[in-house]
DNA sequence: CTTGAAAACTGAGCGAA
DNA sequence: TTCGCTCAGTTTTCAAG
């Protein structure tokens, strides 16, 4: 990872469908060069995968919230983790420090399927004992990547 | 954006560098249709940027955090949401309903950095009264779209 | 959708640090 | 040994029909 990795990282993340000849361009290497160094970023699973950034307001997924979880034994957090991962509306699950065990970004069509969501798949989660939602209005910014 | 384009966006998502022979393989098009429709997604705006997932614990950023931001007058609105955009550890920012005004997403190399974002960035921007950090421990899950 | 020209990618072999 | 280059063959893209 020395400093033309870092160029060529921050190359793909601006634009990961950018050809290996312009990025050679951009950090004065040849085409194979780039390919070879690229390649190696995905061997090291220093990049993990390439994606898209789709608008979420123009496919129909208009409510995005954020769900504080408590889980109450340890007996259940591998249950809990499996099970929550698996679903479909949960975006992100991350382990915290604090008053909460878990935080998860949710994105649903509309409230009805954010209730649905916790009272019927989260709550129902064995070792769940409480949960604290909130609603975001809007986003302002929202990268994957520094 | 009817079935043919939902499956061109689940291939993208899952590999934004796949070409479009092997969408078309998929979806049963040719090239060059597959190609127009990726176009025509582009620019309706719904395909926002193409990128990579960085691991971001091999690149030396380690502490990923939760900040909940309180603002006290709505004339500090504007300057706040501008100001913290362009922030390069934030991540994300939300705008929220319920007891705090937003919430951010802040990723830096390690606690020191943290506490300087904290107390030389956020606490001296004009109108933010209160704020609460929570750490993440790990990441489970982590996926920008559906 | 098909087609043909231009551009890009891949892999091998060679040379320099 | 590692890294990058050139070259040749193949694949892909792009635009015209």
Partial sequence: MDMTDQQILASLKNNSRMTASDIGKRVALSVPAVSERIRKLEEAGIIEAYTVKIN???????????????????????????RIVACEPVLECHHLAGEYDYLLKVLVE????????LSDTLKKLPGVVKSNTMISLSTLKENINL
């Fill in 110 to 117: 509309d409230t009805s399927q954010l209730e649905r969501f």
């Fill in 56 to 82: 979420r307001v123009k496919t129909g997924h208009k409510l995005l919230a954020f769900v504080f979880v408590g889980i109450e034994h340890s007996k259940h957090i591998e249950t809990f983790r499996t």
